[in-house]
């Protein structure tokens, strides 16, 4: 991936491929999850908690291969089946899971999954016989008639609980890169007489990710998706191929996406609201009837109650703005409460942090806070309070108030007239 970060914790569609991974095993109620991270990789058992907190983590410190990986978990309940999932592989579904966990059960030991490949180059080729998978072949070591093969090897196994340990015991490291594979489980369960079957499914399901470039097709293949998912919602998006959405958006009905939107993790929109082109949310929860944008940006801990109306240039984060409230222009809150029906005129800002911590302003219901005003935290308008154009509230203001905090105005008459004068006379 070319990056600092492992591969597992880059993002589609606003979700970790590793979270991906375990969204689907939670769905499909496995009894217990193993998640194997290698050496200092603490930062993807933080991430693999969030979204399975059971999950036990261990660490695979000698990259060894596949099967060494699976070795380093803890295999020793009494589990009707063991199903090996990739963290780079974001798409298997929580469907396909549980139909690797049942396939293991009587005779048949291993379960491996498939995919026909539009193009199979370097992919492992599913050898079978009399309808039975014998063997997983590496690209390199087919034949030329395996090579004409098309169902390739996805990766994702299963293994019957009885006899996981006495196949993975069997697996070797005499190859050429001295590392125990996983797909070796085959041959050798079918070597102790048991049998193994093959299971298929798209090959978008098990796309695999090992480059930026496959990182971007990815997310193009999701968005296509959520798109899909939001429009039989019905949700009305403009110009679908502009929106870009995350796996967890929530919309209610009747929403109205115009072009170039972006919805970040945590976005909740319920009925009727309006997102204007151009804006971005992040952890918002957007109420009926709202109208956002266009260029609005709203960040994590915004909570918009009914018919607000946030315009353009206006940036929220951690911010109460309750029912029927506006700010239309140009303004910053942050770490605020705004009322119902409260007015915040363009330019102004709420003055939450002094380089060391944050602090809430609360402005109160029907309050109207003049244009080019600064809100110095912490600091409550009370309702129905009037703030001067311009503006610097550093003091708590009551109820139907007028605060103004700016130097008076002073008129010299001729003044202007006076300096040019003087200027032009210095150039001659």
Known sequence: MRSAFPKVLHRVGGRSLVGHALSAVKAAKFDAVSVVIGPNHENVGEEAKRFAPDAKTFVQRDRKGTAHAVMQADLTGNYDAIVVAFGDTPFVSAET???????????????????????????GRFITRDGKLVAIREHKDASESERNITLCNAGIMALAGKHAAAILKKIS?????????????????????????????????????????????????????LRQRAMEQGVTLIAPETVFLSEDTKFGSDVVVEPYVVFAAGVVVEDGAVIHSFSHLDGAHVGKQASIGPYARLRPGTKLGAKVRIGNFVETKAANIEDGAKANHLSYIGDARVGENANVGAGTITCNYDGFGKAKTDIGAGAFIGSNSSLVAPVKIGDGAYIGSGSVITLDVPADALAVGRGRQSVKEGWAKRLRDARLALKK
């Open 173 to 225: 490291n005499n190859n050429a890169n001295g590392e125990f594979y996983l797909t070796d489980a085959v041959e050798i369960a079918a070597g102790m007489g048991l049998d193994c079957v093959a299971l298929e499914t798209s090959e978008d399901e098990v796309r695999g990710i090992n480059t930026k470039a496959q990182l971007a097709e990815a997310e193009a293949v999701l968005q296509a998706k």
């Open 97 to 123: 899971l549980a139909r690797m966990g049942d396939a293991v059960k009587g005779n048949v030991a291993v379960a491996a999954l498939g995919f026909r490949a539009a193009d199979p180059t370097g992919y």
